[in-house]
């Protein structure tokens, strides 16, 4: 099969589509021909080895994998040639003290292609069969491939740590982003008012159009009190945050008395100063989220699948143009998922 693999870290030209020996699926295994696959930041981070996880050389990358059954190992239950999967962003072991907590995502056993195990960057994929997700009619594999990383993570973030209620307010950084894309149109369903910030006029009238109430241009001067002006003074009740550096201290000091932040990145700046009496004084609370549960990311394929959200889509490219779909991600000129299609 054709796979993009690397077999040193370093910057995109170290990604290179090779022929490598098909996998072979094992025991309660499957394989899958990849038909998309979405591409994430974490990819760039871990092909330049800056992800501190830990991964094997050569990699074939590649975190969110959609296709079809084409082959089935020795005892595999509950699935047959032809059906549409995607593989788990996260197969959970199922028996660790998280695992049964309903907490997967943090599961220290989990299989997690594209990280410690072969991605979607490839023709095939072999993955327990317990690791498959069905996809819902009506999505194509395109589609499905941008939901898991971007909608999961923002369903975790907004409702499961963030605790996101009707009518709250909810301040959504970098709202061009996958994930920002994904937490605007997410917190808008649940009910929330949204304050999207970005660093364009373009994408903050993207966000617009995908739902967002406000929108403040945070390469601006003073874009922090002009959200304060949008919230009468008191600030977001919940802040979604995923950028780090001065936005996220910014961010922090925009919160309403008693807000939460909830963080799931920090690109930008991943150590920040923080003003512990800032913190207890109005008391606030700043969340860490991770990942998604399994759980979470059928409840955002379904949602998906009947009209509530919509995958933003920037482009579809084929294998072969793994380093270029790299240099759009690095040079943030994307807005909404890039998909490769093997
Ligand atoms: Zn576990």
């Known amino acids: 099969m054709k796979a993009v693999r690397f077999h040193r870290f370093g910057g995109p030209e170290v990604l290179h589509c090779e022929d490598v020996s098909d996998p072979e699926p094992g025991p309660g295994e499957v394989l899958v021909r990849v038909r998309a696959c979405g591409v994430n930041r974490l990819d760039l ?10 991964v094997s050389l050569p990699h074939i990358l590649g975190r969110e994998a959609a296709g079809d059954v084409i082959a089935l190992g020795p005892g595999v239950p509950g699935f047959g040639i032809g059906d549409r999967v995607l593989v788990s962003i996260i197969g959970a072991c199922g028996r660790c003290s998280l695992c049964r907590t309903g907490r997967d995502n943090l599961c220290p056993g989990a299989r997690r292609p594209g990280i410690n195990r072969p991605g979607g960057y490839a023709q095939l994929i072999a993955a327990p069969a317990v690791d498959l997700i ?15 990383i971007a909608f999961g993570t923002a369903y975790h973030m907004l409702i499961t740590q963030g605790g996101l209620r009707v009518g709250e307010t909810v301040l959504v950084n970098a709202a061009g982003s996958t994930i920002g894309v994904a937490a605007v149109q997410l917190a808008k369903a649940a009910g929330a008012r949204v304050i999207a910030t970005a660093g364009s006029e373009e994408k903050l009238a993207r966000a617009r159009r995908l739902g ?3 929108t403040v241009n945070y390469n601006l001067p003073g874009w922090g009190r002009r959200v304060l002006e949008l919230t009468e003074g008191r600030g977001p009740d919940l802040v979604f945050e995923h950028v780090g550096g001065p936005i996220f201290a910014e961010s922090f000091g925009l919160l309403a008395t008693d807000g939460r932040l909830c963080v799931c990145g920090g690109h930008a700046g991943e150590v920040v100063p923080l003003d512990l009496v800032s913190l207890f004084r109005r008391q606030v609370r700043i969340i860490g989220s991770f990942s998604a549960t399994r759980r979470e990311v059928e409840l955002v394929l379904d949602l998906v699948g009947r009209g509530v959200l919509a995958p933003v889509i920037h482009g579809i490219y084929p294998l072969e143009e793994a380093q270029a779909v790299h240099r759009l991600l690095t040079g943030r000129e994307n807005f909404g998922k890039v998909i490769l299609k093997p």
């Open 134 to 148: 069905p996809i819902p009619d009506g999505l194509t594999f395109e589609q499905a491939a941008a939901v898991p």
């Open 45 to 54: 981070d871990i092909r330049a080895g800056t992800s501190r996880l830990p």
């Open 212 to 214: 967002a109430d406000e």
